[in-house]
């Protein structure tokens, strides 16, 4: 891996991990097309530049946290489907899911589901969220754990099936992204077993404060966005995407 590299793939993490795009599937096909081997340090490396962009969401709205403690309830609630599911299944999805193919597949299907699911809602009457609906909301989370299908796509859609807003939407799938992401990066890190070379705690650095910079204005950028645009458009990326990077990485190799 070289500087270079670590910048590109903080970047794609930054920018994609709070659209509904899958930031793990756009990581996945970027190390490919970039001829990184599936290392033990490359899996360092996307778990860490992981908690970059989580930095971001939590220095944006981190008052909004202390001053309304229900926040944490609904959150805490939301998460207990996917660190139950997460424990069981986080083995198998890493063995037979994490690869180009999978990848393109769930980001197509995915593309399509998007563009559907957001016809749909936009005509649907807006409702108060229980708990027992936050809790089916990290249910729909769980839907993430296959790589290209996006936790922001999952979490944002079940809120508006739900009967959320937009706007209530889109800011839960922010905010839950931190404990489900810290707790999946904490718990991945366990698991490893592995020296780092003074080198790679500088791609590291690199790769962790690109996630950050580029994840604070990919989220800000974002919520200005949807004030006057819907999804529609990340349904559009992301079929066309998964065609073209099938086409030219899968298909030619």
Not at 88 to 101: A, G
Not at 239 to 248: D, Q, R, T
């Amino acid at each position: 891996m070289t500087f270079f590299d670590s910048l590109i793939l903080g970047f794609v993490e930054g920018i994609t991990e709070f659209l509904p795009v899958s930031s793990t599937g756009h990581l996945i096909l970027a190390s490919n097309a970039l001829g990184l081997p599936n290392s033990e340090f490359l899996k360092i490396f996307e778990i860490v530049i992981q908690t970059g962009a989580i930095l971001a969401v939590i220095f944006i709205y981190w008052k909004e946290l202390l001053q309304d403690r229900t926040y944490l309830i609904k959150l805490a609630v939301a998460f207990v489907p996917t660190g139950i599911l997460g424990l069981l299944f986080h083995k198998i999805v890493k063995q037979y899911l994490f690869n180009p193919p999978v990848v393109c597949g769930a980001l197509f299907l995915g593309g399509i589901v998007l563009l559907f699911l957001e016809k749909l809602t936009s005509r649907m009457k807006v409702r108060e969220i229980t708990y027992t609906n936050y809790f089916f909301l990290g249910v729909f989370q769980c839907l993430a754990f296959i790589p290209g299908v996006s936790r922001s796509a999952a979490t944002i859609l079940g809120a508006r099936l739900l009967g959320a807003t937009r706007e209530e939407a889109v800011k839960f799938s922010f905010l839950l992204a931190i404990p489900t992401i810290l707790s999946a990066s904490g718990y991945s890190l366990l698991k490893v077993s592995y020296t780092l070379s003074s080198t790679e705690y500088i791609h590291l650095a690199v790769g962790l404060v690109s996630a950050f910079v580029f994840g604070f204005l990919s989220v800000k950028v974002f919520l200005k966005w949807l004030d006057h645009r819907t999804f529609i458009a990340c349904g559009i990326y992301r079929i066309l995407f998964a065609l073209m990077y099938y086409l030219v990485f899968i298909r030619t190799a």
